[in-house]
């Protein structure tokens, strides 16, 4: 069963899409399985990281922009080629292990869709597979 979800995104920073991936988990009827949560977006992507101290999101955004500067030897004429750099390191997609139901998540991890370069709507497919 594939679901697809759209949001609006900030400039750059993390979404929290758990709610939207345990909604789908729980419409598909699939106890035991597997959830692939993917972004279709060469400027975004999709991870799973600390869902508890907000700081943790602020410094996320931080840390990539030290790590991925937008440097004036890039050629790309949109301009964004850090937000393409930032979008396939951390990935396109996660794979999630359904569990009774639900996404087998620790105790401190959420799932993000991670926009580089907002604000935009854009949008992210949840694929269920399990019985
Ligand atoms: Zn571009």
């Not at 900030?10 to 993917?38: M, Q, W, Y």
């Not at 975004?44 to 922009?65: Q, S």
């Not at 890039?74 to 750099?85: C, P, Q, R, T």
């Not at 390191?89 to 359904?98: C, H, Q």
Request: hydrophobic fraction near 35%; charged fraction near 20%; proline fraction near 5%.
């Amino acid at each position: 069963m594939l679901f697809e979800f759209t949001l609006s995104t900030p400039d750059e920073g993390l979404v929290d899409v758990t709610n939207e991936v345990r909604a789908a988990i729980r419409e598909s009827g699939v106890n035991e399985g597997i959830c692939v949560v993917f972004c279709p977006h060469t400027t975004a992507a999709i991870t799973i990281n600390e869902n508890a101290d907000p700081d943790v999101k602020t410094d996320f955004v931080e840390g990539m922009n030290n790590s991925f500067p937008d440097l004036t030897i890039f050629k790309h004429a949109e301009g964004n080629s850090d937000a393409h750099i930032k979008s396939s390191s951390v990935g396109a997609s996660e794979t999630v292990i359904i569990r009774g139901g639900k996404p087998l998540l620790g105790t401190w991890q959420g799932i993000y869709f991670c926009e580089f370069d907002g604000p935009r709507n854009r949008k992210f497919f949840v694929k269920i597979i399990g019985g």
